[in-house]
Nanobody
Framework: QVQLVESGGGLVQAGGSLRLSCAVS????????MGWFRQAPGKEREFVAA????????YYADSVKGRFTISRDNAKNTVYLQMNRLKPEDTAVYYC???????????????????WGQGTQVTVSS
């Protein structure tokens, strides 16, 4: 059983920063590609960022490119999302997800991912 637990969400003013963490149980974390998604009230879940199993490849939504950075520490079974220059439109529940078989053509698609965390709330005030 693979479990993902996000942390690090909270309330921050526009222009501020937060770092989200996602701790993953299981011995095969280093073989999973990982992604971050978010869902705002009344909106569909959307892709934010993804990282390959080795960390050598990263992918970002246009809306966060240059502001957010995804990284991973395979020794700690943890993936991170560093969020800088936050905007009110970044307000959402943020979810991390694990993908057992990475497909570079669909890293942005939620159905690609096999396991999901429970989410952590990020609120950016103006």
């Amino acid at each position: 059983q693979v479990q993902l637990v996000e942390s690090g969400g909270g309330l921050v003013q526009a222009g501020g920063s937060l770092r989200l963490s996602c701790a993953v149980s299981g011995r095969t974390f280093s073989s999973y590609a990982m992604g971050w998604f978010r869902q705002a009230p009344g909106k569909e879940r959307e892709f934010v960022a993804a990282i390959s199993w080795s960390g050598s490849r990263t992918y970002y939504a246009d809306s966060v490119k240059g502001r957010f950075t995804i990284s991973r520490d395979n020794a700690k079974n943890t993936v991170y999302l560093q969020m800088n220059r936050l905007k009110p439109e970044d307000t959402a529940v943020y979810y991390c997800a694990a993908d057992r078989i990475f497909n570079a053509g669909s890293y942005y698609s939620a159905p690609e991912y096999d396991y999901w965390g429970q989410g952590t709330q990020v609120t950016v005030s103006s």
